[in-house]
């Protein structure tokens, strides 16, 4: 069974940056994709940030400011966030899609979420 879990939340000042961190544990073949959401008080998930293999893509509310990244011999997935904002507080979220062989051994497909890390950027 695949597990993420993210780290590195908490608070920063606008202007500032913070560096969240996503290690995937348990059995699994490979990694399809890896993704970053977020989701302000009020409102809903926001994907924000994609990696898979050399296709990167973001959210326009994070381009330019956010970079994520992953370290492939050590599956864990980053996010760096820069000139943060106040906007920018929400539960940041991290999800991958993951090929695993199951007890038959066929080889199956998994969406995994982390549970969460809170982000609060003040002015």
């Known amino acids: 069974q695949v597990q993420l879990v993210e780290s590195g939340g908490g608070c920063g000042q606008a202007g500032g940056a913070l560096r969240l961190s996503c290690p995937a544990s348990?059995?699994?073949?490979?990694?399809?994709?890896m993704r970053w959401y977020r989701q302000a008080p009020g409102k809903q998930r926001e994907l924000i940030a994609t990696?898979?293999?050399?296709?990167?893509q973001y959210a326009d509310s994070v381009r330019g400011r956010f970079t994520v990244s992953e370290d492939i011999f050590t599956n864990i997935l980053y996010l760096q966030m820069d000139r943060l904002k106040p906007e920018d507080t929400a539960v940041y979220y991290c999800?991958?899609?993951?090929?695993?062989?199951?007890?038959?051994?066929?080889?199956?497909?998994?969406?995994?979420w982390g549970p969460g890390t809170l982000v609060t950027v003040s002015s």
């Open positions: 999800n991958g899609g993951f090929y695993y062989a199951g007890a038959d051994r066929v080889t199956r497909f998994s969406e995994v």
């Open positions: 348990g059995n699994f073949n490979s990694i399809h994709t």
């Open positions: 990696i898979s293999g050399s296709n990167i």
